[in-house]
């Protein structure tokens, strides 16, 4: 335990109290059951992290401010505990808890009997902020009980629905859990530019309940920061959802700022850190999208990115075009076994629609048959099995293809890139005056064409690719949402030369942002759970 900075005389009464509290905590846990624990939200603050939690809110205050102080669910005062190790006590000038459970309330009051703490056994969301501006807290920490709605009385939910209104205008839905209204019902109790600490279910991020507690944090105080621990954190052993802690003050926001975003490790040291915009958490109906995706770095919708959902590849360079794509006919003239070839698309500009369906063999349902000249055996060994193959080959020699840059610097030189089909591509140029005015398109391909390098191959990633194997009806939605992605966007992250011609290559298309796709994933992901 460290108690820098502290009078010596204080650091030990709270050494010493913060161990008796820890016992008599571990006691009062014991002596009760799941389902009275449950019914109360019971679940204690390791004193570590209630440390970790004061010491970093304490370099969101002024220095040598005097504190006020207000817990509003204490139980037997980890936080309080932690605000005595990290603040001198002549700073603090007042200290006021609430708790609902007597036995809770009056092991606190014994333990804390000799400091400025004022505890009220009561309900806290049935009690009336200061009137007094200058007595509301600056400092307001809390862990408060996370009691599902459906342990909620119908007579509670309506008195908790006008509190909500009373405090903060905002009326919640019937599902919101009595976090939620602890969260709201505070708001009268913090003074102007106040800072509150919250530890709360992640689960408000996500769920359409959390939304209104979104619009509040937003637009009528200041969101400093949102730290998400991990759900296997050990240190939340008995608490079954993932926890998150946010940092808000009670400052009208300005129209854009900077919200900290971090996640995992510890509050010092998240593994991930990041800022959002207020105006994109404005947008985002969904806070946690990094968890949908399985990545926790880009939990949030704007960060979201098309190298999230897809590996990106330029289609095939094959060294030579005219030699190595072939049509029906010259297949037919040369005598080429259909083992050694793999369809492929035609350049964009010969495309009619830019969805590809494909014929009973699995090529593209259109005239323009292509195929790309794919073998991988040696010279030797094409000559005995495959001879017309390699007369043809020994043409490309006699024509100096092999000679061609590409070809050259291959180990095989008629040797081609390995390309899987894949349902996504888009044009890797074009011009403003195209027929629709867009640069790029967005393909949907149903065959097993693979594609020349004017195209980029989009490969999903592994849970976008699960997800379309699970529910191919969402093929559509995904090729939608990828023509949603605004042309200017995607003309911002690729190039333009002189004469108006766009190019994007594959890395600048995997910068564009995903935001279109995110909707259709937690469209599927609400339907599908
Ligand atoms: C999650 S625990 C947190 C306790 C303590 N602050 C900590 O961090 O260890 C929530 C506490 O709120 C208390 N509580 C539940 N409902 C309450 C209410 N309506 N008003 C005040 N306290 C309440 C519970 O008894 C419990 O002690």
Redesign the pocket.
Known sequence: MTLQNLDYEQSCYVASTEAKRVVE?TQLDASKNAAERNR??????PNAL?IEILNYSKTLLPPHEKIRFL?????????YSALLQSFPIEQIESAVG????QD?AETALKLWVNTPLQLNI?????SIAPKNKQVRANLLI??????RHHHLSIGKKTSLKKLGIEATGTQLSGLAG?YCYFVLAAHGWMSQDGLACW?IPSEFMDVNYGGKVKEYLLNQVTLLRVHRFSPNDLQFANVLVSTSVIWIRNTQPVCDYSVEFTCEGSISKPSFSHTVSRKTLQKSSKWNRGFILGTQETSIKSEIKLSDLFQIKRGVATGANNFFILTPKQICQLDIPNELLTPILPSPRYLVNAEIFADKQGNPDFQRKLFLLTCKQQSEELRINYPSVWNYLQQGIDAGISERYLCKHRSLWYLQEARDPTRFLCTYMGRHQSKDGKPFRFILNHSKAIAPNVYLMMYPKEHLASLLTAHPELLQSVWKALNLIPIQSLINEGRVYGDGLYKLEPRELANAPADSLLEVLENSSDQHT
Request: hydrophobic share 35%; with cysteine; charged share 15%.
């Open positions: 905590q109360l939200g019971q679940f204690s603050t209630a817990d509003p669910a204490i139980g037997t005062g980890s936080f609430y708790e609902i459970d809770f009561a309900d806290f969301t049935e809390c862990n408060p009980p996370y009691v009595l530890l």
